[in-house]
């Protein structure tokens, strides 16, 4: 145990002495927030306003669509012909023309432009054009604009958990991202520390440090050691980045002068007031619903009645089960091979489940209690990224110590697998090596 101990400390602090490590420590959340920062600034900065010119032959929509931040309406008065050959120096961006039969035949509206036309465009015009005869046509069945205004209700539903503690508000929006949001952490930190496992195993054997290495450590103790140690170089790494990005989050609320919940508050207040369509009577609703408890408010009231503690214990349980059961298959790679490209081969079929574990979550956040989330929470392989998608939305606790204990069997029996491997491959050069030969080397004896 002494021995596994040096190794896990060396292996440690090497990897957070390094600069990369401090640097990216502290860079990662900032990149983060930067890169996210600016796919916001884009998107709302690449939005420009499109000036559309309407030809309407019915002249029942002079005046009906709206102005927006996307779309600029005129009607001019002119012939199609005389539009489509003016419009462009006009300023126009798009022509639309509306038939007098569009009632009858909408799809005979024709949308007209320099270049191709924007999907965005043509979403909006087919949109609006859409509204517009749905009104008209209810118009002429004797419904008025008032009844059609009253009849357009927005249903926001508050989602309440049983439990024998009693009643909780609760938000499916809210469990599904922070259970989508951890299993993505989890995928992604075993594939990086996993990958530095190999990498770090496959370094020492190619420039034959090992040879003296082995000479007074066994196998199995070099192999554990140097998991473990790369395992706490991730959960430190990830423990400063919550704390830095709490931090971040302190002092960006600290300057806008307003709480996270506050903001969120403000901003879907602000979003209702800029609503065209909705009607004062809607709109006034809409507000007194945002002031009694609107949806950013039950979203953030749903994140404080979730059960934190537990969510966060069980993450790192499963990121150290995913880490240890996969970082054992990933060294074992790393000491089989003698180069980087040897290792595709034998990575892929590490790799899938992984990647099969990523596809199975959009689903399991469906039904989280249905066959499919059970099971994969169940096996090894997958339970890791699969099983914190479910806890958010609720486990029963046979299920977590049921899904627990077999991750620990699994990393058990994939570290004997490894070290079985390890033992043989750590000391051979220039052999190519096939499954074949690895099966070899698992039952040999000696």
């Known amino acids: ?31 983060i ?24 032959e019915t002249g029942l929509f002079q005046g009906k669509f709206k102005n927006d931040k996307e779309s600029a309406y005129a009607y001019p008065k002119e012939s199609l012909d005389a539009a489509k050959k003016s419009f462009v120096k006009k300023g126009y961006d798009v022509l639309v023309y509306i038939p007098k039969n569009v009632i009858e035949q909408p799809k005979t509206v024709r949308i007209f432009a320099e270049k191709s036309v924007s999907l965005d465009v043509q979403n909006n015009v087919e949109r609006a054009i859409s509204r517009e ?47 989508g949001a951890c299993a993505v952490m989890i995928y992604i930190m075993m594939l990086i520390y996993g990958t530095q ?53 302190t002092v960006g609320s600290a300057i806008l002068g307003q709480s996270p919940k506050q903001t969120a508050e403000s ?25 009694a408890g609107g949806p950013a408010a039950n979203i953030m009231a749903a994140i404080d009645t979730l059960n934190l503690p537990l969510i966060i214990s069980c ?31 034998f990575m892929f079929p590490i790799m899938l489940p992984i990647i099969a574990s990523i596809a199975f979550a959009q689903f399991v956040v469906r039904d989280p209690d249905g066959p499919l989330a059970f099971w994969t929470s169940m096996i090894p392989f997958t339970s890791p990224v699969i099983m914190m998608v479910r806890i958010p939305f609720g486990v029963p606790g046979w299920q977590l110590a049921l899904s627990m204990v077999l991750l620990v069997l699994g990393f058990l029996g994939t570290i004997w697998l490894a070290a079985r491997i390890y033992r043989v491959g750590i000391l051979m050069y220039g052999k190519k090596i096939t499954y074949k030969e690895l099966s070899k080397w698992v039952f040999y004896k000696g």
């Open 197 to 249: 496992v190999m990498r770090g195993v496959m370094e020492e054997k190619t420039n034959r440090i090992i040879e003296v290495i082995i000479s007074s450590v066994k196998p199995f103790q070099l192999m554990l050691g140097k998991i473990i140690g790369v395992a706490l170089v991730g959960l430190t790494q990830f423990l400063l980045w919550i704390v830095l990005t709490v931090g971040l989050l």
């Open 315 to 345: 993450f790192l349980f499963y990121f150290m089960g995913g880490y240890l059961l996969y970082s054992a298959l990933f060294g074992a790679i790393g000491a089989a091979v003698d180069n980087e490209t040897e290792t595709q081969q």
């Open 133 to 179: 005869i749905e009104t008209i046509k209810l118009n002429r069945a004797g419904i008025t604009q008032k009844v059609i205004e009253d009849a357009k209700v927005n249903v926001d539903a508050q989602t309440i958990s049983l439990s024998e503690e009693g009643e909780k508000n609760s938000s499916s929006v809210a469990t599904s991202i922070i259970g």
């Open 33 to 56: 927030t930067a890169f996210y920062g600016v796919i916001g600034w884009a998107a709302i900065s690449s939005i420009n306003q499109k000036k559309i010119a309407v030809v309407d």
């Open 267 to 291: 901003a879907v207040s602000s979003r209702v007031s800029s609503v065209p369509t909705v009607s004062a009577g809607g709109r006034e609703a809409m507000e007194r619903k945002l002031a």
């Open 1 to 31: 145990m002494k021995t596994i101990f040096i190794i896990l400390k060396r292996e440690y602090l090497v990897r957070v002495r390094k600069k990369s490590f401090i640097i990216m420590t502290i860079l990662g959340p900032l990149l």
